[in-house]
């Protein structure tokens, strides 16, 4: 079983920064494949970020065509959290953000991901 804990959302202007971050419970947080997600009022759950562990023994990141470039995945495995670093924010951006922890590679997709946190509240202004 993992716990996840997600926190540093809140309401930022267009171009700002926001770092968010997921607290994980158990001891095999870093066999997990962790993602971020967003969802949007009357929206879908769509994919943000993933980090995860490749054959190649490292850490592999995808992100999503709407957010390269400005939007950074990264985790600590020995504080068990993992971190979205959101830079030149969008109103489009705002949602609610999840953490999420899986063990398939396909990391795109929430139904390939068995926990997942409460959210963060993420909000742009123009």
């Known amino acids: 079983q993992v716990q996840l804990v997600e926190s540093g959302g809140g309401l930022v202007q267009a171009g700002d920064s926001l770092r968010l971050s997921c607290a994980a419970s158990?001891?095999?947080?870093?066999?997990?494949?962790m993602g971020w997600f967003r969802q949007a009022p009357g929206k879908e759950r769509e994919f943000v970020a993933a980090?995860?562990?490749?054959?190649?023994?490292?850490?592999?990141?995808e992100y999503a065509d709407s957010v390269k470039g400005r939007f950074t995945i990264s985790r600590d495995n020995a504080k068990y959290t993992v971190y979205l670093q959101m830079n030149s924010l969008k109103p489009e951006d705002t949602a609610v953000y999840f953490c999420?922890?899986?063990?398939?590679?396909?990391?795109?997709?929430?139904?390939?991901?068995?926990?997942w946190g409460q959210g963060t509240q993420v909000t742009v202004s123009s």
């Open positions: 999420a922890a899986g063990r398939r590679s396909t990391v795109v997709v929430t139904p390939n991901y068995d926990y």
């Open positions: 158990g001891r095999t947080f870093s066999t997990y494949a």
């Open positions: 980090i995860r562990w490749t054959s190649d023994k490292i850490y592999y990141a």
